[in-house]
């Protein structure tokens, strides 16, 4: 198990309280980390401190589209 998946069962099982298997961790943890990309693009790139919540959710439901 890599690192990321490793990542994922342990914010699963210690903060969801929920396990799952190593194929659908690694799914997990590959997902974490397109959305996870696509927010750190969108706040370097187009975001502020003071910008609303609303922008916020309206950014990343663009970024997901790409």
Do not use: C, H, W
Request: negative net charge.
């Amino acid at each position: 198990m890599d690192e990321k998946t490793r990542t994922a069962a342990g914010i699963a099982a210690g903060l969801q309280g929920m396990k799952y298997d190593g194929k659908r961790l690694a799914e997990i943890a590959a997902e974490v980390e397109v959305l996870n990309d696509a927010v750190r693009r969108a706040a370097e790139a187009r975001l502020s401190f003071d910008d609303e919540p609303a922008a916020f959710a309206s950014l990343m439901e663009r970024e997901a589209r790409k």
